[in-house]
């Protein structure tokens, strides 16, 4: 079993900055993707960026340029770099550890609220 523990959520001002950060325990010899996803109320969950084992990153269209996804695998921790902050940026962030080849691997963490006012 994997735990995954969300922080750094909060409230900014558009163009401000916040970093979340995914803290992991357990068994995650067999983690080879880590991803940030997010969720706004009636809307289905979407990914924000992912990060491979051999740090190669991929980033939903709508944050290219203003947020970074990097990895600390000596600290089993992944974190997301927001800049340039937006008030459609806000909802429930999400982390996500998991095995691609093995559908029983794969571990979400409770979420973390990010609020950008206008």
């Known amino acids: 079993q994997v735990q995954l523990v969300e922080s750094g959520g909060g409230l900014v001002q558009a163009g401000g900055s916040l970093r979340l950060s995914c803290a992991a325990s357990?068994?995650?010899?067999?983690?080879?993707?880590m991803g940030w996803y997010r969720q706004v109320p009636g809307k289905q969950r979407e990914s924000v960026a992912t990060?491979?084992?051999?740090?190669?990153?991929n980033y939903a269209d709508s944050v290219k340029g203003r947020f970074t996804i990097s990895s600390d695998n000596a600290k089993n921790t992944v974190y997301l770099q927001m800049n340039s902050l937006k008030p459609e940026d806000t909802a429930v962030y999400y982390c996500?550890?998991?095995?691609?080849?093995?559908?029983?691997?794969?571990?979400w963490g409770r979420g973390t609220q990010v609020t950008v006012s206008s």
């Open positions: 990060i491979t084992s051999s740090g190669l990153t």
């Open positions: 357990g068994s995650i010899y067999s983690i080879n993707t």
């Open positions: 996500r550890f998991r095995d691609v080849f093995r559908s029983s691997d794969d571990y």
